[in-house]
């Protein structure tokens, strides 16, 4: 069964203090690893796409990296306005257009 | 470019009760995917529209159920409201694509008292 599994639940950085959040998955074919950041009372907004282990993708503070068993988004020197919820999502090769996402890293970042 | 638009952004309903969501799409996507995120589940995909057509679809009950026009507006139907159908509901467009990204709505907050 597809499963993705992402650590820690939650996450409290002091600013500029830098960190990673892992994401687990088991997916059969794998044909994307999608990162997404949610913001409260708002829905995930679209972050990075991995397709292949070895592959990285990085937006100003944030890089994500993938291997064939894990992905993680590293938070370089964050900043308060950088706390959001991150989500993790795979696609599989069911042909099926549907997300298996994990119940996401609660970040903060403290001034 | 508008963003993908849901109403209502609230709801309150009794059980045994029916409620309809509606979803716009962002203009020119013909893909509709809906997800229901709860706390402790996170998201979990309920199912796709692509021009019409229901393309795929997850593991809930017939009690949820969908469409989408012709305008790729999207509407999404739960009958006989349960307690635990309480989750923000979110509603998310693409072109239709594999691998693509989707872009989410605000969702609607269901509350089933």
């Given at each position: 069964?597809d499963?993705?599994?992402?650590?820690?639940?939650?996450?409290?950085?002091?600013?500029?203090?830098s960190?990673?959040l892992?994401?687990s998955?088991?997916v059969?074919?794998l044909?994307?690893?999608?990162?997404y950041?949610q913001?409260?009372?708002?829905?995930?907004?679209?972050?990075?796409?991995?397709y292949?282990?070895?592959?990285?993708?990085?937006?100003?503070?944030l890089?994500a990296?993938?291997?064939k068993?894990e992905?993680?988004?590293?938070?370089?020197?964050?900043?308060?306005?950088?706390?959001a919820?991150?989500?993790?999502?795979?696609?599989?090769?069911?042909?099926?257009?549907?997300?298996f996402?994990?119940?996401?890293t609660?970040l903060?970042?403290?001034? | 470019?508008?963003g993908?638009?849901?109403?209502p952004?609230?709801?309150?309903?009794?059980?045994g009760?029916?409620?309809?969501?509606?979803?716009s799409?962002?203009?020119?996507?013909?893909?509709v995917?809906?997800?229901?995120?709860?706390?402790?589940?996170?998201?979990?995909f309920?199912?796709?529209?692509?021009?019409?057509?229901?393309r795929?679809?997850?593991?809930?009950?017939?009690?949820?159920?969908g469409r989408?026009f012709?305008?790729?507006?999207?509407?999404?139907?739960?009958?006989?409201?349960?307690?635990?159908d309480?989750?923000?509901?979110?509603?998310?467009?693409?072109?239709?694509?594999?691998n693509e990204?989707?872009?989410?709505?605000?969702g609607t907050?269901?509350?089933?008292?």
């Open positions: 069964e499963q993705v599994t992402q650590s820690p639940e939650a996450l409290r950085l002091q600013e500029g203090e960190s990673s892992n994401c998955y088991t059969s074919g044909r994307g690893l999608f990162w950041r913001d409260p009372g708002k829905g995930p907004e679209f972050l990075f796409t991995l292949s282990a070895g592959e990285e993708k990085e937006k100003e503070r890089k990296t993938l291997t068993k992905s993680f988004l590293h938070i370089t020197a964050p900043k308060p306005e950088d706390s919820t991150y989500l993790c999502a795979a696609l599989d090769q069911t042909g099926a257009n549907n997300l996402f994990g119940t996401g609660r903060t970042v403290i001034p | 470019k508008a993908v638009t849901q109403t952004r609230y709801l309150i309903k009794t059980r009760q029916q409620v309809t969501l509606s979803c799409p962002i203009s020119g996507h013909r893909s995917s809906w997800y229901q995120q709860t706390p402790g589940q996170g998201l979990q309920l199912f796709e529209y692509f021009s019409e057509t229901q795929n679809k997850g593991n809930f009950p017939g009690r949820f159920s989408q012709s305008n790729s507006r999207s509407e999404m139907n739960v009958s006989t409201l349960e307690l635990g309480s989750a923000l509901y979110l509603c998310a467009s693409s072109s239709g694509s594999a990204k989707l872009f989410f709505g605000s907050q269901l509350s089933v008292l």
